[in-house]
């Protein structure tokens, strides 16, 4: 099945990116978006929503945007119970030179497919993200992305967090 997932922007991690909306197509296309609200916003800060809705969301897998809590959820007491981050599941998306989430909603969001998929089934998406990455840059920008590079764009986005 499907992880179940939620994507959390804003300074505080409150604010959820909802299934249904424009900027959450890629999230519902490869996990089971637990961000479930009457009114999904259009905008890239998606709908405010409390920590205790997210308690009862209780996701396996957290993704976190830039400038958000993420250098701090995992001390934070408040966070502790949430499976996702008692378990080390949580990232960041990387960034650059825009979201790979998706704000702006673009064609950046190939990169967060790349990303996310090999990210949350790495048995299904066995592929090089680093060769993937390069050849979107070589395409898309003209230029190469160096492994260093890669790596300090995808610094908060592989592996547990410890």
């Given at each position: 099945?499907?992880v179940?997932m939620?994507?959390?922007t804003?300074?505080?991690?409150?604010?959820v990116?909802?299934?249904?909306?424009y900027?959450?197509?890629?999230?519902?296309?490869?996990c089971?978006?637990?961000?479930?609200v009457?009114?999904?916003?259009?905008?890239?800060?998606?709908n405010?929503?409390?920590?205790?809705?997210i308690?009862?969301?209780?996701?396996?897998?957290?993704?976190?945007?830039?400038?958000?809590?993420?250098?701090?959820?995992?001390?934070?007491a408040?966070?502790?119970a949430?499976?996702?981050?008692?378990?080390?599941?949580?990232?960041e998306?990387?960034?650059?030179?825009?979201?790979?989430?998706?704000?702006?909603p673009s064609?950046?969001?190939?990169?967060?497919?790349i990303?996310l998929?090999?990210?949350l089934y790495p048995?299904?998406?066995?592929?090089?993200?680093y060769?993937?990455?390069?050849?979107y840059?070589?395409?898309?920008?003209?230029?190469?992305i160096t492994?260093e590079?890669y790596?300090?764009?995808?610094?908060?986005s592989l592996?547990?967090?410890s």
């Amino acid at each position: 099945g499907k992880v179940k997932m939620l994507y959390l922007t804003g300074d505080a991690g409150l604010n959820v990116i909802a299934s249904g909306s424009y900027h959450a197509e890629i999230i519902d296309l490869l996990c089971d978006n637990l961000a479930v609200v009457d009114n999904p916003s259009s905008k890239g800060t998606g709908n405010e929503v409390d920590l205790e809705q997210i308690m009862l969301w209780n996701p396996d897998v957290i993704i976190f945007s830039t400038n958000s809590i993420f250098a701090t959820v995992g001390e934070n007491a408040d966070w502790a119970a949430i499976t996702a981050i008692a378990n080390g599941d949580y990232y960041e998306v990387p960034y650059g030179p825009y979201n790979w989430m998706g704000f702006p909603p673009s064609v950046q969001r190939y990169l967060g497919m790349i990303w996310l998929s090999q990210l949350l089934y790495p048995d299904v998406a066995q592929y090089d993200v680093y060769a993937k990455v390069s050849e979107y840059f070589q395409l898309f920008y003209h230029c190469g992305i160096t492994q260093e590079q890669y790596d300090d764009l995808v610094a908060n986005s592989l592996g547990k967090q410890s």
